[in-house]
């Protein structure tokens, strides 16, 4: 007697297989070191996985840190900020809620 999985199952693995194999290949998240005191926009780890951004001493925005993407929200206040980008990269992400002349 020979078993044979159902095409279901089979199907199920190799998805599950290349879900881990991508998941592999994203970057590890570790805390940013915090911005140099004299730059002109700065970002403090507020929460376990989120970000304040600030520029000439006011909050501009927010970066959430989500797996290995980082969600950027534009605004002064969480409660009220808007996503503006997902990126894999921390410099992307606060340039993306930077003022142009920053």
Same mark, same amino acid.
């Given at each position: 007697?020979?078993?044979?999985?159902?095409?279901?199952?089979?199907?199920?693995?190799?998805?599950?297989?290349?879900?881990?194999?991508?998941?592999?290949?994203?970057?590890?998240?570790?805390?940013?070191?915090?911005?140099?005191?004299?730059?002109?926009?700065?970002?403090?780890?507020?929460?376990?996985?989120?970000?304040?951004?600030?520029?000439?001493?006011? *909050?501009?925005? &927010?970066?959430?840190? !989500?797996? =290995? /993407?980082?969600?950027?929200? %534009?605004?002064?206040?969480?409660?009220?900020?808007?996503?503006?980008?997902? *990126?894999?990269? &921390?410099?992307?992400? !606060?340039? =993306? /809620?930077?003022?142009?002349? %920053?």
């Amino acid at each position: 007697m020979v078993l044979e999985m159902p095409a279901s199952s089979a199907r199920t693995n190799i998805l599950r297989a290349r879900t881990m194999r991508s998941l592999r290949e994203l970057p590890t998240r570790r805390p940013e070191p915090p911005a140099p005191d004299d730059a002109a926009v700065q970002w403090e780890l507020i929460d376990l996985e989120r970000y304040e951004i600030r520029a000439a001493g006011r *909050t501009i925005g &927010f970066v959430d840190v !989500v797996g =290995a /993407v980082f969600v950027v929200l %534009a605004g002064s206040r969480y409660d009220r900020a808007v996503e503006v980008l997902q *990126t894999l990269d &921390f410099a992307t992400a !606060v340039q =993306a /809620v930077a003022p142009a002349d %920053a």
